[in-house]
């Protein structure tokens, strides 16, 4: 195409997005500097050429280096999305409602590890991690404590839950169910995403080929019954805390992401209808430019993956849309005010790489537990970005950077090398389980802890800057009882529920475990029940046994 | 034999954050230990069982999900059943600074909160693992020694045999470190003067930097070499790696000066079983 050609595309884009602000008008009517400096929703170099359109383009549009939207947060800012839950479904349910009274959009539900492996509270592997790093849910009956007063149709929700995610989501349908929600209005996310947990985040149940199995039948049954829900966040978050570099961060993440996709394909769905449900979930850390330039270059990875390799023709399926948290292994117990600063850092480069959605951390989380406070000041550096500091006003203002475009391309080079490498070990799955990544990891952790205790790398107030005597602030403390009251709680609800239901609706489950359905439906008349969470996963794990780690 | 210090680096718990347990295990590697790592999700039992099948002189534990009231102390109270409370038992990971008093209560040695160097925890251990009764090491028999530098024996002679009152027992020339000695005896142990005889002796060196004064204490032992492989085995720093022949025809080997406080310690053995003093 010409020079001339592209000029028009770019027009013809101005046109399109001027039709559809018509209909959605953006969240002012104009945008500008305090010297009144008009702020248009994009700049293009002088010459749109063919590198500029093949590289970069425009916002809205593949490769969608640019962002997803063609005017993004113009039209509507990211999710702020904080991630809470600890102690009991009544106390997170209180903090939940805290937290949308103080202008939160979204809600994201941390569980506890119990919850998370598929063990009930009363569980003797459950002693003493009841509650303590996210809400204990046994049942039904803690699902509609926690989501109490919670419009469901109203409120998207993002549920940090993986090897039991269907059980968590058929609680939050059935939830749904009661409030008079019905299903396809429910919109949210189950993080699903099996592949990290083995390589970084070790909450696994299952081994590997039955847990595919439990996702794509995710896709399957979202596709059809739960259109707005984001099936999966494909995680490249924990790689990162656990040590990984930005590029390996995206390779990793989208070689898992490739491997979701292979297997659905596998278990014969097609692409365009699972794709546009697939989500990211990437970390913001500390190199401002890098990590700006990693979404800039994930999202190209991704476009042209799905569009040239799969051949996906809806536009949504080739839209890589993240989330994104700042990175809690770069917080220091040290002077942990410091961290407010860190994170509005980490915070920025995420907003400018475009991020769909933002769970800021709390200065505190090196120590325990957020505090209200705490929580209270990470929401509101977010709010602080969006409505004080003008970086929202134009679209992907780093473009065109000769250092932001550099590192993008640098970045999409490497992590297609490491793509490659992983591609030729037979996949993410085979490389896995081979230990690949988490031996790349590794290394590079230990790396980065011998450049922090020789000074190469500086971390200000613990290797550097220190301080003697640092006052002790105050932290949360998850109520030492509640163990003991989830137990009791559990107890009575096993004597009061039909008993005989349950035993039906879970050997019904076992037999297609055995088979090849679906198993949302089945998992969904479990917990109708009030079947637990450590029953159904009991009877999952009977059928497919459990993933013991290298 | 290995005498190398061995060292459990556990999960308990539920959580799966095992960053810090690999950097720290795999730091105690590099510092000279034996480590084995358990993996996630072991219970206080698993732990217990564990270390005890090892052997272990030190268990390391890593939890950062909360639990570390519950699951710490049972370890400890586990270990303790079985007899095995001679094993060190240390935590890690997100734990609040007030939590502390209460699990050294509960026989948790030390806790290593987030931005600890990993030098510390391993300097920890070493200086706290009591060592297995089967260690065949026994402390030094004495004194053998205090070496004094000084520039010249003529000159510093007459205050130690005129005004200590000490006797003479002889002089000898060691060619190898370039320095003359003068023995002198008190009670079971002795004092020897030591002069550089040209600019190239350690001693010539070590004057250069400190003036006259004590510079090293020899220590009389027995096993020499065996104690030289397990003091490296548990990271000593060794300026000799194996014995050299020194004055009297004893074996002898320097210790780092950083390794023992600053103080330069020399380990001798003697022929035989004759002690210094009766080999005149």
């Known amino acids: 195409m010409s020079t001339q050609n592209f000029t028009e595309h770019y027009q013809k884009w101005q046109q399109q997005l001027k039709d559809r602000l018509e209909k959605s008008p953006e969240r002012k009517s104009h945008f500008a500097t305090s010297s009144e400096i008009e702020v248009d929703t994009v700049y293009v170099p002088e010459t749109i050429d063919g590198a500029y359109m093949e590289k970069v383009g425009f916002p809205g549009e593949y490769p969608y280096t640019r962002g997803v939207q063609p005017n993004m947060y113009r039209g509507r800012l990211w999710t702020m999305r904080q991630y809470a839950g600890f102690g009991s479904a009544e106390e997170t349910n209180q903090r939940f409602r805290y937290l949308l009274d103080q202008g939160q959009t979204g809600l994201s539900v941390a569980?506890?590890?119990?919850?998370?492996?598929?063990?009930?509270?009363?569980?003797?592997?459950?002693?003493?991690?009841?509650?303590?790093?996210?809400?204990?849910?046994?049942?039904?009956?803690?699902?509609?404590?926690?989501?109490?007063?919670?419009?469901?149709?109203?409120?998207?929700?993002?549920?940090?839950?993986?090897?039991?995610?269907?059980?968590?989501?058929?609680?939050?349908?059935?939830?749904?169910?009661?409030?008079?929600?019905?299903?396809?209005?429910?919109?949210?996310?189950?993080?699903?995403?099996?592949?990290?947990?083995?390589?970084?985040?070790?909450?696994?149940?299952?081994?590997?080929?039955?847990?595919?199995?439990?996702?794509?039948?995710?896709?399957?049954?979202?596709?059809e019954h739960v259109p707005k829900w984001n099936t999966i966040s494909?995680?490249?978050?924990?790689?990162?805390?656990?040590?990984?570099?930005?590029?390996?961060?995206?390779?990793?993440?989208?070689?898992?992401?490739?491997?979701?996709?292979?297997?659905?394909?596998?278990?014969?769905?097609?692409?365009?209808?699972?794709?546009?449900?697939?989500?990211?979930?990437?970390?913001?850390?500390?190199?401002?430019?890098?990590?700006?330039?990693?979404?800039?270059?994930?999202?190209?990875?991704?476009?042209?993956?799905?569009?040239?390799?799969?051949?996906?023709?809806n536009p949504k399926s080739w839209q890589f849309r993240v989330h994104t948290q700042t990175g809690g292994s770069t917080?220091?117990?040290?002077?942990?005010?410091?961290?407010?600063?860190?994170?509005?850092?980490?915070?920025?480069?995420?907003?400018?790489?475009?991020?769909?959605?933002?769970?800021?951390?709390?200065?505190?989380?090196?120590?325990?537990?957020?505090?209200?406070?705490?929580?209270?000041?990470?929401?509101?550096?977010?709010?602080?970005?969006?409505?004080?500091?003008?970086?929202?006003?134009?679209?992907?203002?780093?473009?065109?950077?000769?250092?932001?475009?550099?590192?993008?391309?640098?970045?999409?080079?490497?992590?297609?090398?490491?793509?490659?490498?992983?591609?030729?070990?037979?996949?993410?799955?085979?490389?896995?389980?081979?230990?690949?990544?988490?031996?790349?990891?590794?290394?590079?952790?230990?790396?980065?802890?011998?450049?922090?205790?020789s000074g190469e790398e500086v971390v200000v107030g613990m290797n550097s800057f220190k301080l003697e005597n640092e006052p002790q602030p105050e932290l949360l403390r998850v109520d030492p009882a509640l163990g003991r009251k989830q137990k009791e709680k559990l107890q009575e609800l096993r004597a009061r529920r039909d008993n005989a239901a349950v035993e039906q609706t879970l050997s019904r489950l076992k037999a297609g475990a055995e088979g090849s359905d679906n198993l949302m439906p089945l998992i969904l008349d479990c917990v109708r029940q009030y079947a637990t969470i450590g029953e159904i996963c009991g009877v999952l794990r009977s059928v497919f046994g459990e993933y013991r780690a290298i | 034999?290995?005498?190398?210090?061995?060292?459990?680096?556990?999960?308990?718990?539920?959580?799966?954050?095992?960053?810090?347990?690999?950097v720290v295990a795999q730091a105690l590697r590099d510092e000279?230990?034996?480590?084995?790592?358990?993996?996630?999700?072991?219970?206080?039992?698993?732990?217990?069982?564990?270390?005890?099948?090892?052997?272990?002189?030190?268990?390391?534990?890593?939890?950062?999900?909360?639990?570390?009231?519950?699951?710490?102390?049972?370890?400890?109270?586990?270990?303790?059943?079985?007899?095995?409370?001679?094993?060190l038992v240390i935590g890690g990971g997100v734990i609040p600074q007030e939590d502390i008093p209460y699990l050294k209560t509960q026989g948790i040695a030390e806790v290593f909160t987030p931005g600890t160097p990993t030098t510390v925890t391993a300097e920890y251990i070493r200086a706290h693992v009591k060592r297995k009764k089967t260690s065949f090491v026994q402390p030094p028999n004495k004194i053998a020694h205090i070496g004094i530098a000084v520039s010249s024996i003529d000159a510093a002679l007459p205050f130690y045999t005129e005004q200590l009152g000490l006797t003479l027992l002889g002089r000898e020339t060691v060619e190898s470190e370039q320095v003359q000695i003068a023995f002198l005896a008190i009670g079971e142990t002795r004092i020897e003067l030591l002069e550089p005889l040209g600019p190239t002796s350690p001693i010539a060196k070590f004057m250069e930097k400190r003036g006259e004064g004590i510079h090293h204490i020899a220590l009389d032992v027995d096993d020499i070499e065996e104690r030289l492989v397990q003091l490296k085995a548990n990271g000593v720093a060794v300026l000799n790696d194996t014995p050299k022949i020194g004055a009297h025809q004893a074996q002898i080997a320097f210790l780092h000066p950083k390794a023992a406080?600053?103080?330069?310690?020399?380990?001798?053995?003697?022929?035989?079983?004759?002690?210094?003093?009766?080999?005149?």
């Not at chain 1, 390996?248 to 898992?256: K, N, P, S």
């Not at chain 2, 993996?39 to 206080?44: K, S, V």
Request: charged share 25%; proline share 4%; net charge negative.
């Open chain 1, 111 to 223: 569980f506890d590890l119990p919850t998370q492996i598929g063990y009930d509270s009363d569980d003797p592997m459950a002693t003493g991690e009841v509650g303590k790093v996210g809400v204990a849910i046994d049942s039904l009956e803690d699902m509609e404590t926690l989501l109490a007063g919670i419009p469901l149709d109203k409120v998207s929700t993002s549920m940090t839950i993986n090897a039991p995610a269907s059980v968590l989501l058929a609680m939050y349908i059935a939830v749904g169910e009661k409030q008079g929600v019905p299903s396809h209005k429910l919109s949210g996310t189950v993080q699903n995403d099996i592949l990290k947990e083995y390589i970084a985040r070790g909450t696994y149940i299952y081994p590997p080929k039955p847990s595919m199995r439990l996702i794509t039948d995710i896709f399957a049954y979202c596709a």
């Open chain 1, 234 to 313: 494909i995680s490249g978050y924990h790689i990162r805390e656990a040590g990984s570099t930005a590029v390996q961060e995206v390779a990793f993440t989208l070689a898992d992401g490739i491997a979701y996709v292979e297997a659905a394909i596998q278990a014969g769905l097609d692409i365009d209808r699972f794709a546009p449900q697939l989500s990211f979930f990437f970390n913001g850390h500390n190199h401002f430019f890098e990590e700006i330039a990693k979404f800039r270059a994930a999202r190209r990875i991704w476009a042209r993956m799905m569009r040239e390799r799969y051949g996906a023709k």
């Open chain 1, 331 to 453: 917080l220091t117990a040290q002077q942990p005010d410091n961290n407010i600063v860190r994170v509005t850092l980490q915070a920025l480069a995420a907003v400018l790489g475009g991020t769909q959605s933002l769970h800021t951390n709390s200065r505190d989380e090196a120590l325990a537990l957020p505090t209200e406070e705490s929580a209270r000041i990470a929401l509101r550096t977010q709010q602080i970005i969006a409505y004080e500091s003008g970086v929202t006003d134009t679209v992907d203002p780093l473009a065109g950077s000769y250092y932001v475009e550099y590192l993008t391309d640098q970045i999409e080079l490497k992590a297609l090398e490491y793509m490659e490498k992983i591609e030729k070990m037979g996949g993410a799955v085979a490389a896995v389980e081979a230990g690949y990544m988490q031996r790349e990891i590794h290394k590079q952790a230990y790396e980065t802890q011998r450049k922090i205790e």
């Open chain 2, 1 to 22: 034999m290995s005498q190398k210090i061995r060292v459990l680096v556990a999960k308990p718990g539920l959580d799966g954050h095992d960053r810090g347990a690999l």
């Open chain 2, 32 to 87: 000279g230990m034996e480590v084995v790592y358990t993996g996630l999700r072991q219970t206080p039992a698993q732990i217990a069982n564990a270390a005890i099948q090892e052997d272990v002189d030190c268990i390391g534990l890593s939890c950062l999900s909360g639990a570390h009231n519950e699951l710490f102390p049972e370890v400890v109270r586990l270990l303790r059943e079985q007899g095995a409370d001679d094993i």
């Open chain 2, 261 to 280: 406080h600053g103080v330069l310690y020399e380990l001798c053995q003697y022929p035989e079983t004759k002690g210094e003093n009766e080999n005149e």
